[in-house]
C-alpha cells in the first residue's frame, strides 16, 4: 500500500489496482490534487482491511473491475454496505460487460474505459467530490457508463 498524506484534509480516497503501472499513475494523478489522503492498493482485500477500522473518512473508491479473486464490482458493493455515501469511478479495459444493473448495485457515478486521459480522470473526480452532490454527467450531459 502507498499513501500520500494532505495535512488538514480528512477524507480518504482509494485506489484499487492490480497493475502496478496504472495504479500508480492514478494515484500520483490523485494525489497531486491536493484533496484528500489517497491510499493505493493492489487487491480489494487490501482495501476492505485498510477500511474496516475507519470507514466513515472513506469518500472514494477509483477502482479496475477486472482483478484476480475480488473485483472492483464485488469491491464496490462490500464497501457500500459500510459505506453508503462512497463515490465509486470503475475502471476497466473491458466495459461491454458492465450492465445497468451492475452499475446500479456498485454505486458507481461513471466508468472510465482504458485508455483514458489524466485530464479526463481528474476531471471526472473533481466533478464527483467537489460539485457537492451533483454529479458530472447531470452537469455536462453525458451518460456515467461511458465516460470516455
Known amino acids: 500500500m502507498k499513501r500520500t498524506s ?5 477524507k480518504r480516497w482509494l485506489v484499487v489496482d492490480d497493475n502496478a503501472a496504472l495504479g500508480e499513475v492514478i494515484y500520483l494523478c490523485l494525489g497531486q490534487l491536493d484533496l484528500a489522503t489517497v491510499e493505493w492498493y493492489t487487491s480489494a482485500a487490501e482495501a476492505l482491511e485498510a477500511t474496516s477500522f475507519a470507514p466513515d473518512d472513506v469518500e472514494l473508491l477509483v477502482t479496475d473491475c477486472d482483478m484476480p479473486g475480488v473485483g472492483g464490482l464485488e469491491l464496490a458493493r462490500d464497501l457500500r454496505c459500510s459505506i453508503p455515501m462512497l463515490k465509486v469511478l470503475l475502471v476497466t479495459a473491458n466495459h461491454a460487460d458492465l450492465t445497468a444493473a451492475k452499475l446500479v448495485s456498485t454505486g458507481a457515478f461513471a466508468v472510465l474505459p482504458k485508455p483514458f486521459s ?31
Not at 494532505?6 to 480528512?10: A, H, L, V
Not at 485530464?119 to 467537489?130: D, I, P, Y
Request: net charge positive; proline share 11%; glycine share 8%.
Open 118 to 148: 489524466l485530464k479526463r480522470l481528474e476531471w471526472l473526480v473533481r466533478g464527483a467530490v467537489c460539485e457537492s452532490d451533483i454529479p458530472p454527467w447531470k452537469l455536462h450531459g453525458w451518460h456515467p457508463a461511458f465516460a470516455a
Open 6 to 10: 494532505t495535512p488538514g484534509r480528512s
